[in-house]
């Protein structure tokens, strides 16, 4: 099953999980079960000027019947809802979390951080994928300042392990093509030596994963006119280097991956649009490619 939460209520979420769920086949959407309000559902329904129903924790909308978990507890419904999810969700499903914003996770500053903090995991990597490109971040929602210190032969190892232990359950990798951290990669030490962390991770990782190829690291800036495919995984040093690329090629069908954990999480690569919230006019392109990509 895919164990779907509903996001901020006052987004986007609803409106392109709905629109997305209607264009699947009715085998797909019986493995959908979505974990929401009831108000913030309803509201959004009715946005969409939809003839439904929602009965016997059921939405019923002309012959596709999804299942719903309605939520009632008291603050961050984003929140309230994954963790409902959790509560349920079995080794072989798959979390989709919906968009919604940084301050709804009780002082952590998203999806992942909370992930890693729950189970303890601080070396979960964020990553993503679409039809073209599979991209992870050595580091991620950090300063600037903070993200050379962060980047150690050992966190390399660690994300780049959990990577390859578990990506090729989903997707077929063949290359592991790493960027660098310093502008020209250095220029052998002239600015900077952090690349030195890279290169001595990856003959470990040549060692613990010797099926794989590795490239890198090369230089951010020129990284991609090197030619890669989708059996590529490309492993950027930071957020921005890598995402500006990633949305660059991907558009709104990109998928944020998470794996690591006990279970698969997964999320549309965009935002929340408040500013589109019940104008029935967000693109749902984004949310109905992760869903044909996760449902058989």
């Known amino acids: 099953m895919i164990l779907v939460t509903q996001g901020h209520e006052k987004s986007i979420s609803l409106e392109v999980f709905i629109k997305s769920y209607l264009c699947l086949s009715l085998a797909k959407q019986k493995q959908v079960k979505l974990y929401c309000y009831l108000d913030s559902l309803s509201h959004t329904l009715d946005s969409l000027n939809m003839a ?50 940084k301050d709804q996770f009780n002082g952590q500053s998203g999806h992942t951080e909370y992930f890693r903090k729950r189970y303890n995991l601080r070396d979960i990597p964020m990553s993503f994928l679409s039809k073209n490109m599979n991209a992870s971040l050595l580091t991620d929602h950090i300063a600037i300042k903070d993200i050379s210190k962060n980047i150690t ?32 990669n250095g220029e052998s030490g002239q600015m900077g030596s952090e690349e030195n962390e890279i290169y001595a991770a990856i003959k470990i990782l040549k060692k613990n994963f010797p099926n794989f190829e590795y490239l890198g690291p090369l230089p951010a800036d020129t990284l991609i006119f090197n030619g890669y495919d ?14 500006g690329i990633f949305k660059q090629q991907s558009g709104l069908l990109g998928i944020n991956i998470t794996f690591g954990l006990p279970f698969l999480r997964i999320s549309p690569d965009h935002g929340t649009a408040f500013n589109l919230y019940l104008k029935n006019k967000a693109n749902y392109q984004g949310c109905l490619y992760l869903l044909e990509e996760f449902t058989k």
């Open 153 to 184: 032969k050992d966190s390399i190892v660690n994300k780049v392990s959990i990577l390859l232990k578990k990506y090729p359950q989903y997707k077929e990798l063949k290359r592991v093509i790493f960027s660098g951290i310093n502008p020209h």
């Open 52 to 101: 439904y129903q929602i009965h016997d924790n059921k939405l019923i909308i002309s012959s596709s019947f999804l299942e719903l978990k309605l939520i009632d507890k008291s603050g961050s419904e984003s929140l309230n809802c994954i963790e409902a999810a959790i509560d349920d969700i079995g080794d072989l499903d798959i979390l989709l979390t919906l968009p919604t914003s």
């Open 230 to 243: 989708n059996r590529d995984l490309i492993i950027f040093s930071s957020h921005d280097q890598g995402l």
